[in-house]
T-cell receptor, first 112, second 113 residues
């Protein structure tokens, strides 16, 4: 069974902390994505990566960075967490442009 | 710019009734279109996808969608709703390079017994 695994289901962090969200996929996919999901706004793309060490900004990259040192792992970094980054974060991977994305279970991050 | 619009953030149907969830898209090139479902506290999973092979696409759990280029629509239907269909549904599109998928804002489906 294919899998995208996010390291945490729930996280609570303080304002100003540096936060790491980890995502691992076991499908040898080239493409990986980070989205945030907020009520009424759907999924918004933060960053994506189409190869190791490659990254592209999505629609809302401000306040975030990413790292992809290995093909299977894609990390999202909040350099200095703020309360407006409280959200559900979803990681996904896909093989190609016309194939579906596989999603992790999500990380619900609360910044206090 | 590409966009996906889902009409109705909440839809309620009676058990056994027709389910119709609407999705319209805007794209300057032929798109790939997807419907995903999200159950509470879970990630998204694929229901079905359109990749230009056939305009009527059948997916899992009895859902299907029809691609209508003239109407720029990709509405999701199911003839008879089941209680287990209660979830949030997202329409998504890819019409650019580098896998930039655009999602709609989602429709929450409530099934009334």
């Amino acid at each position: 069974d294919v899998k995208v695994t996010q390291s945490s289901r729930y996280l609570v962090k303080r304002t100003g902390e540096k936060v790491f969200l980890e995502c691992v996929q076991d499908m040898d996919h080239e493409n990986m994505f980070w989205y945030r999901q907020d009520p009424g706004l759907g999924l918004r793309l933060i960053y994506f990566s189409y190869d190791v060490k490659m990254k592209e900004k999505g629609d809302i990259p401000e306040g975030y960075s990413v790292s992809r040192e290995k093909k299977e792992r894609f990390s999202l970094i909040l350099e200095s967490a703020s309360t407006n980054q409280t959200s559900m974060y979803l990681c996904a991977s896909s093989f190609d442009v016309n194939t579906e994305a596989f999603f992790g279970q999500g990380t619900r991050l609360t910044v206090v | 710019a590409q966009s996906v619009t889902q009409l109705g953030s909440h839809v309620s149907v009676s058990e056994g009734a027709l389910v119709l969830l609407r999705c319209n898209y805007s794209s300057s090139v032929p798109p790939y279109l997807f419907w995903y479902v999200q159950y509470p506290n879970q990630g998204l999973q694929l229901l079905l996808k359109y990749t230009s092979a056939a305009t009527l696409v059948k997916g899992i759990n009895g859902f299907e969608a029809e691609f209508k280029k003239s109407e720029t629509s990709f509405h999701l239907t199911k003839p008879s709703a089941h209680m287990s269909d209660a979830a949030e549904y997202f329409c998504a599109m890819n019409s650019g390079g580098y896998q930039k998928v655009t999602f709609g804002t989602g429709t929450k489906l409530q099934v009334i017994p």
